[in-house]
C-alpha cells in the first residue's frame, strides 16, 4: 500500500479480507485499518490520540500473528477458536505475543466497534445528511461513545470540530472530486458493513461483545 492514504485501498482490503466462504483474513483487515491511520494522520495533530491507539491495537494483532502461534491468527474465526479452546479470551498469559493480559479477540473488539462509527459516519457523508463535525459527533453517540468514559467522550468531541467541511474531506480520500469521492464512498458502506456484521454474529455468537 503506497504512503499517500487512498480510500479506494482501504475498501480494497476490507473487501479482500472476506473469502468465499465469509472467513476474515486478519492480514487484510489490519491492512484496511493501516489505510484509515493514514488518513487519520493526515487529518492533523488533533487526532494524533485516536491514531496512536489504533496503531497500538494493529501492532498486537501484528505480533498475534508473526508469533509462534501465529497460524491460529490467519483469520477472525481461528483467532476466536484458538483463543476460545485455549481459554486466552480474557488475556492471561499468551504465549503467541508475550502480552499478557491482552488478547487478539479483545483487541480486535475495540476495532469492531470503532467501524461501526465508521459506517454510520460515511454512510452519513456519503448522502450528505450533514457536515463531517456534526456526521462524526452523531455516529460516535450511537456507536463507540458507549464504551467510552467520559475524558475520551470530551477529547473525541473536540477533535470532531476540527474536521474539514464536506468538500475538503471528501477531497481529502484522494478518490477524485467531490461527486468520484462520493460514489466511492457509497461502495464503501456497504463493505464495512459485511464485515461488521460478520465479525459482531461471531462474537455474539461466542458472547464476546462485552469483552474487558
Ligand atoms: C474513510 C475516511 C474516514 C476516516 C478514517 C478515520 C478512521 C478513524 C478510526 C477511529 C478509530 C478509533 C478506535 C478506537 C478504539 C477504542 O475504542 N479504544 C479505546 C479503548 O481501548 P482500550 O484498549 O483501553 O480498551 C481507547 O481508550 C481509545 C482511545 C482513543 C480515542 C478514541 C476516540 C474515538 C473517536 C472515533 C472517531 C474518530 C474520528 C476521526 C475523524 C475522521
Not at 465508521?118 to 462524526?136: A, M
Request: with cysteine; charged share 20%.
Amino acid at each position: 500500500m503506497s504512503e499517500q492514504f487512498s480510500l479506494q485501498e482501504v475498501i480494497d482490503s476490507f473487501r479482500l479480507s472476506l473469502s468465499d466462504s465469509k472467513e476474515l483474513s486478519l492480514d487484510h483487515y489490519v491492512e484496511g485499518w493501516r489505510g484509515l491511520v493514514k488518513l487519520l494522520n493526515s487529518l492533523g495533530s488533533v487526532f494524533g490520540f485516536i491514531s496512536k491507539d489504533v496503531v497500538n491495537k494493529l501492532s498486537i494483532l501484528v505480533s498475534l500473528r508473526g508469533g509462534p502461534e501465529g497460524a491460529h491468527y490467519l483469520s477472525l474465526q481461528s483467532m476466536v477458536q484458538y483463543e476460545l479452546q485455549s481459554g486466552l479470551v480474557e488475556g492471561g498469559d499468551n504465549p503467541a505475543s508475550g502480552t499478557r493480559g491482552v488478547s487478539g479477540c479483545r483487541t480486535l473488539l475495540r476495532l469492531h466497534r470503532a467501524l461501526r462509527w465508521l459506517q454510520l459516519f460515511l454512510g452519513g457523508v456519503s448522502r450528505d445528511e450533514g457536515t463531517p463535525p456534526t456526521l462524526c459527533s452523531l455516529a460516535y453517540s450511537q456507536s463507540l461513545s458507549q464504551h467510552h468514559p467520559w475524558v475520551i467522550r470530551s477529547a473525541a468531541g473536540l477533535a470532531f470540530r476540527m474536521l474539514p467541511p464536506r468538500d475538503p474531506f471528501l477531497r481529502m480520500l484522494n478518490a477524485g472530486e467531490p461527486p468520484q469521492a462520493v460514489e466511492v464512498l457509497g461502495g464503501a458502506v456497504p463493505v464495512l458493513g459485511e464485515v461488521y456484521t460478520i465479525t459482531e454474529e461471531l462474537y455474539s455468537k461466542h458472547d464476546l461483545l462485552h469483552l474487558p
